[in-house]
């Protein structure tokens, strides 16, 4: 994760803390703003090798869902985030604390359903790009999601049984500092005590989620990204959601995994910057 | 791996090892790869390694192992399932590392781990007995810290009573003392209007114990704890103020060490010393002055000695037998009050020596 510059332009208490309570930093200038989301399991160090080409010609903002990362856990509200709309008021909360105006949001797995939930009752979203986004993880009928609810049942129950090992992908990889071990083992001490539940909990507001009806209310101009082999997302729900927004386009990057823009970060923004280029003036 | 002339350790191993490409598609395995599969080699081979996996296990594999994978070409003990052809998933640790001059060449080892999820769930039950038993650790703090709350409130209430019952005491002494003022200033107009000078004289002799009832409640005005004085500096006022009204050839002399006293210790004996004082300054020096002199002392052994003496003329021979004066009464009366005994002895003039129980306070 490169070193953010975090400048802060408010001045509003309660908007410092909302944006302190995020993580929120941010890197680069020029309109219109980028806000790059991240998913389940990761933190906004997973943006790593795409933050600064991005920034070259933009203001680039990054933070952490709450529970994830270098998130404030004080300000953990279950209630709040039982659902994933407690999420995307996160995000509107933010985008009014920058108070930006025709953003550009990058979201990556389940960021992709938080953004659109978002962008339905802001107008500071002007377009959306979702990578491995997924309107519903568990099959339906005709719709195929991937999962059957044993499988997320089950995949609940390793994420428990494995509690260790996942603290240690889930502990804050901005504070990642290899010359010191020691420090970061009691990071990933103090982090999976405090986040076993919360993991667990985000990992079911995430894949119990079902926001297919939602999908025809968001008219912005969006771009799917979708991997060739995504153990995540199978490419019927990438689909499904480029034929219920109505303003969205679908392509499939010649990569595989769930994390294109760890392994194919090149295509990802070639992509997405050909997107701006066509939907910004 | 597997044949090619590769060591027969290779297959012997308890561990399943594996060469993949960076997509993690297996390019050769050994015997125990194939054993943990339920799978023959043929079928292992040229897969991807995730298809070996359960469907939830896939799902791991997704979130936690291919991001490292795919950053760092390794990863380390995650824990997933097989999807064994015998549809028992078998729990195992995979391990993956980059060969060391070749990044695009990874090994990897599955190490079976049927205990670990048994392991895990201990560990997850003792888990939550440790949160269950801080938490109860929390709610009894809680429970200690409210009842420390409820105790102090109660302190609070406590001294504050206790310093209200302290203003009203202190506010009861003040009023007692302005009020045998006011006696006192009763007294004082009446006697002027008195023409009789034993009868004014009679007078003079109540305002004094009127006085030496008003100095107890003044001291007790000023005691720290409402209850207790020293009794050095009661004696040292009562005493200047018998001397404002004796005659100024007749001196008083106080002496008395520092000793505390409570109410009903101080008002018998500050009216003892009036009437003993009162009574010298009348008869001791008919013509002429002398000295009077008051001694407190003890206590030793439990006793006080109050030694009231003069140097006057002495007691008059027939004093045994005559009427017992009114002074006389009161001091036999405040003696008894006090537990103690009087008698006179002998001296320049006359000399009191009473003997009185220390005060219990002292």
Wanted: with cysteine; net charge negative; charged share 25%.
């Amino acid at each position: 994760m490169p070193k953010s510059v975090f400048s802060r332009k408010r001045s509003s208490t309660s908007d410092d803390a909302i944006l302190k309570a995020h993580a929120v930093g941010e890197v680069g200038s020029g309109e219109p703003a980028l806000v790059l989301l991240h998913g389940f399991g990761a933190d906004q160090a997973i943006w790593r090798r795409l933050t600064h080409r991005f920034a070259e010609t933009r203001r680039v903002i990054l933070y952490d869902q709450m529970g994830c990362g270098a998130s404030d856990l004080a300000h953990y509200d279950p209630e709040r985030y039982r659902t994933l709309e407690g999420y995307a008021d996160d995000l509107v909360e933010i985008l009014d604390a920058l108070r930006l105006r025709d953003a550009t949001v990058v979201a990556h797995s389940v960021g992709g359903m938080i953004a659109l939930l978002a962008s339905l009752r802001t107008d500071r979203i002007a377009r959306l790009a979702m990578i491995g986004a997924s309107p519903r993880y568990l099959n339906d009928g005709a719709y195929e999601g991937g999962f059957e609810l044993q499988d997320v049942e089950d995949f609940l129950g390793m994420m428990e049984l494995d509690f260790q090992g996942w603290a240690k992908t889930l502990a804050p990889q901005v504070m990642d500092q290899p010359d010191r071990p020691e420090l970061v083992e009691e990071l990933v001490y103090s982090f999976s005590r405090a986040n076993a539940d919360l993991s667990r909990r985000f990992a079911k507001a995430t894949f119990m989620s079902d926001h297919r009806a939602r999908l025809g209310e968001c008219a912005l101009p969006t771009l799917l990204l979708q991997t060739r082999v995504d153990a995540v997302v199978p490419l019927t729900a990438a689909r499904f959601l480029a034929d219920h927004m109505p303003n969205a386009r679908l392509e499939i990057l010649d990569a595989r995994g769930h994390y294109p823009q760890l392994s194919a970060p090149d295509a990802v923004f070639a992509a997405v910057e050909t997107f701006l280029a066509e939907t910004t003036g | 791996m597997n044949g090619g002339g590769a060591p027969a350790l290779v297959d012997a191993v308890p561990v399943a090892l594996f060469e993949a490409d960076p997509d993690m598609v297996i390019g050769a395995a050994n015997a125990r790869m194939a054993e943990m599969l339920g799978l023959p080699m043929e079928e292992i081979v040229g897969r991807s390694f995730r298809s070996f996996l359960t469907r939830s296990s896939q799902f791991v594999y997704a979130l936690k192992a291919e991001p490292s994978l795919v950053t760092r070409r390794a990863t380390e003990e995650t824990f997933l399932e097989l999807d064994h052809r015998d549809g028992r998933p078998r729990a195992v640790l995979l391990t993956v590392r980059p060969d060391a001059d070749r990044q695009e060449r990874l090994y990897g080892a599955l190490f079976a781990a049927p205990e670990r999820r048994a392991y895990e769930l201990e560990l997850i039950a003792a888990r939550r007995l440790a949160v269950e038993n801080l938490e109860a650790l929390e709610r009894a703090q809680g429970a200690l810290q409210d009842a420390n709350a409820e105790l102090a409130r109660l302190v609070d209430e406590r001294t504050a009573a206790l310093a209200q019952r302290d203003l009203l005491l202190r506010e009861v002494y003040h009023r007692v003392k302005n009020n045998l003022q006011v006696v006192d200033g009763l007294l004082m107009m009446h006697a002027r209007k008195i023409r009789d000078p034993a009868g004014t004289a009679a007078f003079d002799d109540v305002r004094k114990r009127v006085f030496a009832l008003g100095l107890v409640h003044h001291q007790l005005m000023g005691s720290a704890d409402l209850k207790t004085f020293d009794i050095g500096a009661f004696l040292s006022e009562l005493t200047m103020h018998l001397q404002a009204g004796a005659p100024d050839n007749v001196t008083l002399k106080i002496d008395c060490s520092p000793l505390k006293v409570d109410l009903d210790f101080a008002v018998p004996l500050g009216l003892l010393i009036t009437e003993l004082v009162t009574n010298a300054m009348k008869h001791a020096f008919p013509s002429g002055g002398g000295e009077i002199a008051v001694a407190l002392e003890g206590p030793v052994e439990g006793e006080m000695a109050l030694r009231v003496s003069d140097t006057g003329v002495g007691l008059p021979a027939a004093a045994e037998d005559a009427k017992p004066s009114l002074g006389l009464a009161i001091v036999k009366g405040l003696v008894r009050q006090l537990g103690g005994r009087i008698e006179t002895g002998e001296g320049d003039g006359v000399r009191w020596e009473a003997r009185l129980p220390a005060p219990s306070v002292a």
